[in-house]
C-alpha cells in the first residue's frame, strides 16, 4: 500500500530492502531523543519483526526522490472499553534536513486513515516531556496529551526477576 505525491515524494509500506535505512534512522531518533546507547536493534530483529510470515510491528516509509527520509513504526493496541484495536505509534521520525515539508503530517493523516479504514477506535503515541516541537505539532492536529496517566515499564533483571 502506499500513496504516491506529484512532487517526488510518497508513502508506502517498507519493503526489507530498507531496513537497513529504517535502523540508521531509529539511530538518529535515538540521537534526537538523547538515548543513542539504548538502541540495540539489528537489521535482522528489524527483518524479522516487519516481515516475519505474521508480523505484529509494521512500517511506512517517506521516501523522497526514491530515498527514505522518514519512517512511522507501529503496532495494534486494543481498548477493552471501545471493544475495538488501535495503532500506536512506536516511532515517528523524519530526517531533520526535511522537517517543515508537511512529511509528518502526511505520515499522520495516513495512519490516521489506516484507523478509519479498518475501523480502529484510537491512534496514540508517547512523546518525550521536553520534545515541545513535536507536542505543538500533536496539539495543532487535534491530540490530546493524556496527563491523568503515569507509564510503567519494567526491563532488563527486573523483568527477569517478575518473569521467573
Keep these: 500500500m502506499g500513496i504516491g505525491y506529484d512532487w517526488g515524494m510518497s508513502i508506502r509500506d517498507a519493503r526489507i530492502e530498507d531496513v537497513p535505512q529504517i535502523l540508521q534512522l531509529i ?3 535515538a540521537l534526537y531523543e538523547k538515548a543513542p546507547e539504548e538502541v540495540h ?6 527483518e ?18 526514491e530515498k ?8 495494534l493496541n486494543y481498548s477493552t472499553w471501545q471493544g475495538k484495536h488501535g495503532i500506536y505509534l512506536e516511532d515517528l521520525y523524519i530526517d531533520p534536513q526535511y522537517r517543515g ?22 491512534f496514540q503515541w508517547w ?12 496539539k495543532s492536529q487535534g491530540a490530546v496529551a493524556m496527563d491523568e496517566w503515569t ?5 532488563g533483571s527486573d523483568l527477569d526477576k517478575l518473569g521467573s
Aim: proline share 3%; net charge negative; charged share 20%.
Design 101 to 122: 515539508q508537511g512529511y509528518g503530517l502526511l505520515m499522520l493523516k495516513h495512519l490516521a486513515k489506516i484507523c478509519v479504514d479498518r475501523g480502529y477506535g484510537r
Design 48 to 65: 524479522q519483526a516487519l516481515f516475519s510470515d505474521t508480523p505484529h510491528v509494521f512500517a511506512h516509509v517517506v521516501e523522497v526522490d
Design 68 to 75: 527514505v527520509i522518514g519512517i512511522a513504526i507501529w503496532f
Design 151 to 155: 507509564v510503567y515499564r519494567v526491563s
Design 127 to 138: 512523546v518525550l516531556d521536553w520534545n515541545s516541537p513535536s507536542i505543538e505539532f500533536y
Design 27 to 29: 539511530h538518529d531518533l
Design 41 to 46: 536493534a539489528t537489521v535482522a530483529d528489524l
